[in-house]
């Protein structure tokens, strides 16, 4: 039996904070290019993921469009750490 949204969504969560490594130092320099800065694309996840643990907290049910869309933060931002090596595509089988 598949989970219901909400539950869906805090699996999600869950699994997203057990994988990428939120606490990853960052010693580059600032190429101006915001769209692949590993920095600010963990702050952006770290704040979205914050985001949603409140609202399910207050009782919000996401939609599954809503799912879909952090599901796919998520593995765009994991993909680009994979990318710039900071992190190794091993790291996913946790």
């Not at 915001?34 to 399910?56: Q, T, V």
């Amino acid at each position: 039996m598949k989970p219901d949204v909400k539950t869906a969504m805090e699996n999600l969560i869950r699994q997203a904070r057990q994988t990428i490594p939120f606490n990853l130092s960052f010693s580059g320099n600032c190429e101006g290019r915001c769209e692949e800065c590993p920095y600010k694309l963990l702050e952006y996840l770290d704040m979205d993921l914050a985001n949603w643990e409140y609202r399910l907290k207050k009782g919000d049910i996401p939609t599954l469009g809503e799912l879909h869309v952090l599901g796919s933060n998520c593995k765009d931002v994991y993909a680009i750490l994979i990318k710039q090596g900071l992190i190794h595509e091993t790291t996913a089988a946790r």
